[in-house]
């Protein structure tokens, strides 16, 4: 018989000597067990054990192509910030909405054959919307067959929340981005899809199963609330109860009364009073709180 290390694509398994041919991706460069065989003297030598050594070798296994469908693999990106109270995303203008099925989606691009699935968000980012540094957490994967009509695209979407000033520079530097209100008519339990609008109310149509998507994205940011500190990330350094309540109103889309959600967030111990108060304000300065 053969030595396994001579036998390239086939791993030798030490424990039932039989061989067992690996998986091959098509087109691909990929690494390849070869084994060689080596001896460990144990228990004082009283027997011999055999086991094998790992190594890799590369080649490029395009005959192993196989005859099976491919589908594409797409990274979209719901980049979340509260603005004047209400939740927003940035979204980006389709210019073949007629195809999509609307006129704007949230920022994506596909996965390239050598791309990790970080590095394709990464690059989306920065090519797309011109931001970096930002943290990015997968939300779903989404694979209906007719969801993209122009062939069979799954998408691994991620979220961020983002400062909306950062974003609102995004906007600036391209004209083909818009931040927009996003509103979902539902409580954190049922979950739905959500619908996107101007400032002036306008309804925005979106591509794709984006309303899905956005949807998903809410009731994530809801069902967070209560167990993370995930809403702090979009207050400043320094904040007052005021304006955290804002952003934990404009996440759950209801009003809160003051001080049950002040006795409550305080109770959690995720923040701390600074002994600072805000300056600038008609009114009697608010104290100023962070994060612990």
Same mark, same amino acid.
């Given at each position: 018989?053969?030595?396994?290390?001579?036998?390239?694509?086939?791993?030798?398994?030490?424990?039932?000597?039989?061989?067992?041919?690996?998986?091959?991706?098509?087109?691909?460069? *990929?690494?390849?067990?070869?084994?060689?065989?080596?001896?460990?003297?144990?228990?004082?030598?009283?027997?011999?054990?055999? #086991?094998?050594?790992?190594? #890799?070798?590369?080649?490029?296994?395009?005959?192993?192509?196989?005859?099976?469908?491919?589908?594409?693999?797409?990274?979209?990106?719901?980049?979340?910030? %509260?603005?004047?109270?209400?939740?927003?995303?940035?979204?980006?203008?389709?210019?073949?909405?007629?195809?999509?099925?609307?006129?704007?989606?949230?920022?994506?691009? #596909?996965?390239?054959?050598?791309?990790?699935?970080?590095?394709?968000?990464?690059?989306?980012?920065?090519?797309?919307?011109?931001?970096?540094? %930002?943290?990015?957490?997968?939300?779903?994967?989404?694979?209906?067959?007719?969801?993209?009509?122009?062939?069979?695209?799954?998408?691994?979407?991620?979220?961020?929340?983002?400062? /909306?000033?950062?974003?609102?520079?995004?906007?600036?530097?391209?004209?083909?981005?818009?931040?927009?209100?996003?509103?979902?008519?539902?409580?954190?339990?049922?979950?739905?899809?959500?619908?996107?609008?101007?400032?002036?109310?306008?309804?925005?149509?979106?591509?794709?199963?984006?309303?899905?998507?956005?949807?998903?994205?809410?009731?994530?940011?809801?069902?967070?609330?209560?167990?993370?500190?995930?809403?702090?990330?979009?207050?400043?350094?320094?904040?007052?109860?005021?304006?955290?309540?804002?952003?934990?109103?404009?996440?759950?889309?209801?009003?809160?009364?003051?001080?049950?959600?002040?006795?409550?967030?305080?109770?959690?111990? *995720?923040?701390?009073?600074?002994?600072?108060?805000?300056?600038?304000?008609?009114?009697?300065? /608010?104290?100023?709180?962070?994060? *612990?």
């Amino acid at each position: 018989m053969k030595s396994p290390a001579a036998m390239p694509g086939f791993l030798y398994c030490a424990d039932s000597s039989r061989l067992h041919p690996l998986g091959f991706l098509p087109h691909l460069a *990929i690494s390849i067990l070869t084994l060689r065989p080596a001896t460990d003297r144990s228990f004082g030598g009283r027997c011999l054990l055999t #086991y094998y050594q790992l190594s #890799y070798i590369y080649f490029d296994n395009k005959e192993f192509d196989m005859d099976y469908p491919k589908p594409a693999v797409a990274v979209d990106l719901a980049l979340i910030t %509260v603005l004047d109270e209400k939740l927003c995303c940035l979204l980006m203008r389709r210019h073949d909405a007629e195809i999509v099925g609307g006129d704007w989606a949230i920022p994506g691009g #596909y996965v390239h054959i050598e791309e990790a699935i970080e590095a394709t968000a990464e690059r989306v980012l920065r090519d797309k919307v011109g931001l970096s540094d %930002v943290y990015l957490e997968q939300l779903y994967t989404y694979g209906a067959p007719a969801r993209d009509p122009r062939e069979r695209v799954i998408s691994v979407t991620h979220f961020a929340l983002v400062d /909306a000033d950062r974003l609102g520079q995004a906007i600036a530097d391209n004209a083909n981005l818009l931040l927009a209100e996003i509103c979902a008519d539902w409580n954190e339990e049922t979950g739905g899809i959500a619908s996107a609008h101007r400032i002036d109310g306008e309804t925005l149509t979106l591509a794709f199963d984006h309303a899905f998507i956005l949807g998903d994205v809410v009731k994530r940011l809801r069902g967070k609330l209560d167990y993370t500190s995930i809403a702090l990330e979009l207050l400043p350094p320094l904040f007052t109860l005021r304006q955290a309540q804002e952003v934990y109103e404009a996440i759950l889309g209801k009003q809160l009364t003051k001080p049950a959600f002040r006795r409550k967030l305080l109770d959690r111990n *995720i923040i701390k009073p600074t002994g600072k108060r805000e300056t600038g304000s008609a009114f009697r300065p /608010a104290e100023l709180y962070a994060r *612990i």
